[in-house]
């Protein structure tokens, strides 16, 4: 994986879920069915961004919409807020830093990046990894470790958290 981008040690988040995965593979919480960004320039050149997201948990699909600051923040919004109906406590996680390092100047805009998303929640931190060619694909991926690390580590504290497998 760190051929191809990743810096796990800086990530130690998407590391740590690398691993309950490896020991664990019949854990999910979700499936990512979809998700779509739209970015719009609108009057007085601003721009607004929105998303969508669709996952499915116990073959049923869930999907919520968000409008954001930018392209990541809408779907930050609309993953937290597609996920936290099936796993309440999945709300209490906030973004603390977010940031893009570009791993191939060569390439210009076609280069591929790196996001590295830090997270907090009530009293612990972390960090996840995403490597693309796309930024928003990258972004994605932080953002969704992010949740996948938040919930396993809510379903270690709380045994009642619910845990769909085999999905």
């Not at 997201?53 to 999907?63: D, Q």
């Not at 709300?91 to 076609?110: E, G, I």
């Not at 690390?149 to 009642?160: E, H, V």
Request: net charge negative; glycine share 6%; proline share 2%.
């Amino acid at each position: 994986m760190e051929f191809l981008g990743y810096e796990l040690e800086s990530a130690e988040g998407t590391f740590e879920l690398l691993v309950h995965e490896a020991l664990h593979p019949e854990t999910h919480f979700f499936a990512v069915k979809h998700y779509e960004v739209i970015t719009k320039m609108i009057e007085g050149g601003k721009s607004s961004s929105s998303a969508s997201v669709t996952v499915a948990h116990e073959n049923r699909a869930h999907t919520a919409t968000a409008i954001g600051e930018g392209p990541v923040h809408a779907l930050d919004l609309c993953l937290r807020k597609c996920v936290s109906l099936l796993y309440p406590d999945l709300r209490q996680a906030r973004l603390t830093d977010y940031k893009v390092r570009v791993l191939d100047s060569r390439s210009n805009t076609a280069a591929k990046v790196r996001v590295l998303a830090q997270w907090t929640d009530s009293g612990r931190s972390w960090s996840t990894v995403g490597v693309s060619n796309n930024i928003i694909e990258a972004s994605w991926n932080a953002l969704l470790d992010g949740a996948r690390l938040d919930l396993i580590r809510l379903s270690q504290q709380d045994a009642s958290a619910k845990i769909a497998v085999g999905e």
